[in-house]
């Protein structure tokens, strides 16, 4: 099995170049490189601003009849990002730069306008030296003069550092940061002054309006009496407690009257003898009629006749 990396190919004794045709390809024929804008420019059909340096997939050829010093000179096809629109430059040997053709305007740039203005004041002044000499002495004193200005200048530059060297800009900046605190102190102080003044001014105003009120003050109006509460009634100041007896825990106080006793209505009963023979009094109703009529009981009637007719009722 042969080697897929080999450096070394096999050939017949009977191998004859010759024989082996030869691709013939149009020598204007185009490929599709990869490259970048040389240059701003901007679309001549929507105005649309391409920068230096913008990628694009162009299309590359040989232009047919031109060439400087042996050096071919090619042709790139680009489209605008925009619009879509064909933009054509090609090389430039010569000046070692690029030419725009078609589609589109190169934007001003003042750098390579500088250096050819350079170019050509150079030219001019190599052409009056090679055929004057007096031109060549008057250039060199020219020279010679401006090389003596210039290392005037710089001379005066170095000078001017040394001096600056001894300067301490540390204390500089201390003094000048002091004299920001005092100034800043004295603002302040100022506005003290100014706030204590104004807040006499008005404590004084204040006093001599307080004084005038008083003397023209008319006697105040009496304050409405409050009207009693309908609620007043139902509250009773609480009463001091009286020690209870021993004696009244079991017997009861005697003629004393409850605060419900005046809300109590005692039912008005029929005093005939035949009601009272048929059936005896009612306990509750018999209580009820003392608690409501605390009247002293007559010494005839004792406990034991009352007995007597609840027990003839009950039979009854």
Not at 68 to 91: M, Q, V
Not at 240 to 253: F, I, T
């Amino acid at each position: 099995m042969s080697e897929r990396k080999v450096l070394n190919k096999y050939y017949p004794p009977d191998f004859d170049p010759s024989k082996i045709p030869k691709l013939k390809l149009p020598k204007d024929r185009q490929y599709v490189v990869r490259l970048m804008a040389p240059f701003n420019m901007r679309c001549k059909t929507c105005g649309e601003y391409i920068y230096k340096g913008k990628k694009f997939n162009a299309r590359k050829e040989t232009v047919q009849n031109e060439v400087y010093l042996g050096l071919p000179i090619f042709r790139f096809y680009t489209k605008c990002t925009r619009c879509l629109a064909e933009i054509t430059f090609k090389t430039d040997p010569e000046n070692t730069d690029y030419t725009m053709e078609h589609g589109a305007t190169r934007n001003f740039q003042a750098e390579k306008l500088l250096e050819e203005e350079e170019k050509r004041v150079q030219k001019e002044r190599e052409d009056e030296e090679l055929n004057n000499p007096m031109k060549v002495l008057e250039n060199r004193t020219k020279d010679s003069k401006l090389e003596m200005e210039v290392l005037e200048s710089l001379q005066e530059l170095k000078d001017l550092n040394q001096r600056q060297a001894h300067v301490d800009f540390e204390a500089m900046l201390r003094q000048h940061r002091l004299s920001e605190e005092e100034r800043q102190r004295q603002e302040q102080e100022e506005d003290e002054r100014e706030l204590a003044a104004l807040l006499e001014k008005a404590r004084t105003r204040r006093l001599l309006e307080d004084s005038d009120s008083e003397d023209e003050a008319a006697p105040a109006p009496p304050r409405p009496t409050a009207r009693p509460r309908p609620t007043t009634i139902l509250y009773e100041p609480p009463k001091a407690k009286r020690r209870v007896e021993s004696w009244e825990r079991s017997v009861g106080s005697l003629g004393s009257k409850t605060q419900l006793a005046d809300l109590v209505v005692v039912r008005k009963t029929v005093n005939s003898s035949s009601q009272q023979g048929l059936r005896g009094p009612i306990p509750g109703a018999a209580q009820s009629s003392q608690e409501a009529n605390p009247a002293p009981q007559t010494p005839g009637a004792s406990s034991l006749s009352l007995l007597a007719a609840y027990s003839d009722g009950g039979s009854d």
